[in-house]
């Protein structure tokens, strides 16, 4: 058997299943950061900090741009949600349970402006941080190298479902990623507040 072979291989699917999925975030004029396709309808979602205070441009992987709209942004997540006009895009699936210590897992993401790069490592810690809305959430501390350009990028594992959003580097060889979970949650109370805010307001009158 060859192992070897067969591992590679095994990466190559993954990756080849992944980057359909990695867009690029890039502000105006204020440096790039990574984003993940999160619905087919245009849905994509980011870190806050990559965003800034200009919505930024969205290049998807067949290199077209579209400006963005914001959906939604949470600095106390760190998260936000971008629409585009587009459709039909790939969207990754978020892993329906948390990962193991010691699972191993990959990082997408664009750093130092170099697109679609990948890196590996292992799961170290499942910690939680306490935002200043007093909120404990979950987080995904890992091995896989990070650079500035991989914030708003997956972490995936190994059957590339995404266990968390790349966030930050800590003590200088450790990854911070906000977990699946605090990502599916943000998206779904943003995308019905969204919902709420579009659906029109019913007078007395209204027949239903």
Excluded: C
């Excluded at 058997?1 to 004029?29: E, K, Y």
């Excluded at 309808?41 to 205070?53: A, P």
């Amino acid at each position: 058997m060859n192992f070897n072979g067969t591992f590679t291989q095994v990466i190559h699917d993954l990756v080849q299943q992944v980057m359909p999925s990695l867009v690029v975030v890039r502000g105006h004029r204020y440096g790039a950061g990574s984003g993940i396709v999160w619905d087919a309808s245009g849905l994509i979602l980011t870190n806050n900090h990559v965003v800034g205070r200009h919505t930024p441009i969205v290049l998807l992987q067949d290199d077209r741009e579209y400006e963005s709209k914001l959906i939604a942004r949470d600095p106390d997540v760190d998260l936000a949600l971008l629409s585009i006009d587009a459709t039909g895009l790939s969207p990754l699936k978020p892993a329906s349970v948390s990962p193991r210590v010691g699972e191993m897992v990959f990082a997408f993401g664009h750093p130092w402006g170099q697109r679609n790069t990948v890196t590996r490592g292992i799961v170290s810690a499942l910690v939680t941080a306490q935002n200043r809305r007093g909120d404990k959430l979950p987080i995904v501390r890992s091995d896989a190298p990070l650079a500035p350009g991989n914030s708003g990028g997956p972490l995936v594992n190994a059957s590339g479902e995404v266990v968390g959003i790349n966030a930050m580097i800590v003590g200088g060889d450790q990854s911070v990623s906000i977990a699946a979970s605090v990502a599916t949650d943000f998206v779904k109370k943003a995308t019905a507040k969204s919902a709420s805010n579009r659906s029109p307001q019913r007078t007395p009158n209204d027949v239903i």
